[in-house]
């Protein structure tokens, strides 16, 4: 049961993270920035790899979440 609640802990540390790594980029000056005007591009390298990342943890903590719900009722 602590497991569970200690896994779940790290998670959101690592969602914490890995939500931060990807905001950097999409600060204040980078709407002024004609470079990506229309807003949207494509995700590459460690982009992408953060953004995969975020997924796959957040499926994890969502799973964790009703785990624990479950062990603790």
Do not use: C
């Amino acid at each position: 049961m602590q497991a569970t609640l200690i896994i779940q802990i790290v998670v959101s540390l690592i969602l914490i993270v890995l939500v931060t790594l990807q905001s950097k980029d999409s600060s204040l000056g980078a709407g002024f920035s004609s470079a990506t005007q229309s807003g949207f591009h494509t995700k590459r390298g460690p982009e992408k790899i953060i953004y995969l990342a975020t997924i796959i943890f957040s499926i994890v903590f969502l799973v964790l979440s009703f785990l624990n719900i479950a062990i603790w009722k």
